[in-house]
């Protein structure tokens, strides 16, 4: 036996007291942050799920309680969730091209840029409803509150997590298929477009669900552009007027609630249903990013 | 290979003989099978033509004083320790420098007397006619058959595809291991039919000389071996340059061979890479000029 054979037993007392102690004050941090989500969705479910039927997915909003609906809501979300999707995909995908594939990053334009939109991916949703209450809804555009606007709104919002998300699916193309692609006399769009996009694509397509997903909770930006609260009809064009799901919850939980108008059941069904939406949202991005991510 | 079928473009190559050209054949060590010397003798044609080449990334240069020229139907290999710029003279040939930011190539590289570098050549044309296989395999992550039909795709040459990828992938002997499984993905063969895949996409577009850039260097023996057979074959319809630092290699498939060596500056440590020596290759491995060539070609020095 050399000079080490006790080392290998139980480490010092001391050092396991700690060792256990770390581990003990992880998992409490941990269960706090479940529990509390658990305790959340435990009273959303209660409230909410008896609430969650096809009368409420179809009934347009009313004073009457029992009456009252989130179709409108349902449908104003569809909306601007399709416009912001069709603003940030080909925005966003163009920026992220730029940026990783032509952009020369000695050049001090294109470096303010890059940090430009890190900064942007942090700034308060409310900053961009005043914007676009300021350029959309009013000033230059002036488009009023209608689908459109509340669209692109979100869509800003969000396109700097396109970008960032875009850029790093890109940059995980190896450069080794754009040489072997270019040393074929391929010219560079062609490489980007047959090689470097189609390799990113499941990293992108990740990326804008998340930025959706993100999208269809925002509430600030949508109020400050003067979203309707009560409308008892669908969107039924880029210029209509139009309320969204966070809206109707907002109005909803802001009434006050008496035994014949009960309010409150109401906005825990529609969170409810806005966290079925994001639960499945979340879900198609994993499924994609597992299924179909490039192993190199 | 008689009917491999010429573009219009590269009509000149059809006048060329099979077999080595200007080498005499002398010494077991170099003769090669089935070549015969009965064909009359053509005189030495010259593809590339490099004067005074100096390639630099940053203000001093990596490698200088490269002039040699590359022969029609020959195998020239480039040997020399490594940093010596074998790499990045390899690349100055079809212009894949112009991807490295800050890269510069002074001197004259004549392609077909033509300079490489004048300012209404364009990179994406001289890609096309001069093919790169790189040192670690890079299939495209799709199937083998797209792998072969993305080059005559990109440049618009749809018509006989299947014909093409057939013919490319006999061509680099690989054709009998993956004719039935063309849809399956490239990332699913090993690393040796992977460069020969590579190879077969390079040919695919049907080139007019080949670069290889230590194409053996992660490869097994027998697979090497294939490669080899490989280029001895191809040299028949083109010219291949090829990197390598394994010495019998280059003395078994090479006609020409460039022995490269590394300067240190004796102020700043910097390396220059620079050709020592460039002749046939049986003169460099028999009865080398410069004594610095028999040391390493010899294994004197690493
Ligand atoms: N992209 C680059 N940017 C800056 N310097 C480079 C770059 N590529 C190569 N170099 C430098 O150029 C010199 C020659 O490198 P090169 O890769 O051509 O050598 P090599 O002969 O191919 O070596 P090896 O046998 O190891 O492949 C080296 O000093 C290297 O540091
Ligand atoms: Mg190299």
Redesign the interface.
């Known amino acids: 036996m050399s000079a080490h054979g006790g080392a290998i037993g139980k480490a010092p007392a001391s050092q396991r007291a700690k060792d256990t102690g770390f581990r003990l004050t992880m998992l409490a941090c941990l269960g706090l942050s479940v529990g509390l989500l658990a305790l959340l969705l435990y009273d959303v479910v209660k409230d909410g799920a008896s609430h969650l039927t096809m009368d409420f997915l179809t009934s347009f909003g009313s004073i009457s309680a029992d009456k009252a609906g989130a179709e409108a809501a349902i449908w104003g979300t569809i909306w601007i969730m399709v416009v912001c999707a069709a603003f940030i995909v080909p925005v966003g995908v163009a920026t992220a091209i730029y940026l990783e594939e032509y952009a020369?990053h000695?050049r001090w334009w294109n470096r303010l840029i890059e940090v430009n939109i890190q900064n942007l991916a942090s700034v308060p949703s409310i900053v961009y409803g005043i914007l676009g209450l300021a350029f959309l809804v009013r000033g230059p555009l002036s488009l009023g509150p209608v689908v459109l606007a509340g669209g692109l709104c979100l869509g800003l919002l969000v396109l700097p997590v396109v970008i960032i998300a875009s850029r790093e699916a890109i940059r995980a193309v190896?450069p080794?298929?754009?040489?072997?692609?270019?040393?074929?006399?391929?010219?560079q769009w062609?490489t980007i477009r047959?090689?470097v996009l189609p390799?990113s694509i499941p990293g992108i397509a990740t990326g804008v669900i998340l930025a959706l997903s993100r999208a269809i909770g925002e509430t600030a930006p949508l109020i400050v552009i003067g979203a309707a609260t009560v409308i008892a009809f669908n969107p039924e064009g880029l210029d209509s007027r139009f309320t969204a799901l966070p809206i109707q919850i907002f109005d909803w939980i802001s009434r006050a609630s008496n035994d014949v108008n009960n309010y409150k059941p109401l906005a825990a069904a529609a969170i409810l249903f806005l966290m079925i939406l994001l639960l499945l949202m979340n879900s198609v991005a994993i499924w994609l990013r597992n299924r179909y991510e490039?192993?190199? | 290979m008689a009917e491999h079928v010429t573009e219009p473009e590269d009509k000149q190559r059809e006048a060329a003989p099979a077999g080595g050209v200007g080498i005499p054949d002398q010494g077991a060590r170099f003769s090669r099978d089935g070549e015969t010397e009965a064909e009359p003798r053509r005189p030495r044609e010259a593809i590339f033509q490099l004067e005074k080449v100096v390639v630099s990334y940053g203000p001093k240069p990596a490698v200088r004083d490269v002039t040699f020229d590359v022969g029609r139907n020959e195998i020239t290999a480039l040997i020399g320790p490594s940093g010596c710029g074998k790499s990045t003279l390899i690349r100055c040939l079809n212009r894949m420098n112009d991807l490295i930011p800050g890269a510069r190539v002074e001197g004259r590289v004549l392609y077909h007397g033509e300079d490489l570098y004048a300012p209404n050549v364009d990179a994406v044309e001289v890609r096309k006619r001069i093919g790169m296989v790189f040192q670690k395999p890079n299939p495209f992550p799709k199937s083998i058959y797209d792998n072969i039909a993305f080059g005559p795709r990109v440049l618009g040459r749809k018509q006989n595809l299947d014909e093409t990828v057939e013919r490319a992938l006999t061509q680099a002997a690989l054709w009998d291991e993956v004719k039935d499984r063309l849809k399956t993905n490239a990332f699913g063969m090993s690393g040796g039919q992977q460069q020969r895949l590579c190879i077969a996409r390079c040919l695919a577009v049907n080139p007019d000389v080949i670069l290889m850039d230590e194409p053996c260097s992660a490869l097994d023996p027998i697979s090497t071996g294939k490669i080899e057979d490989l280029m001895m074959e191809l040299k028949r319809e083109y010219s291949i340059v090829i990197v390598t630092h394994n010495m019998q290699q280059a003395a078994r498939v090479s006609d020409k061979t460039a022995f490269f060596t590394v300067e240190l500056a004796s102020d700043d440590d910097h390396r220059t890479g620079r050709v020592v020596e460039f002749d046939d290759t049986e003169k460099i491995f028999t009865n080398p000029a410069d004594s610095r060539t028999e040391a390493y070609v010899t294994g004197k020095v690493g």
């Open positions: 020369d000695s190896p080794s298929i754009r040489e072997g692609s270019l040393a074929l006399g391929a010219t062609q047959r090689q390799a490039q192993k190199w």
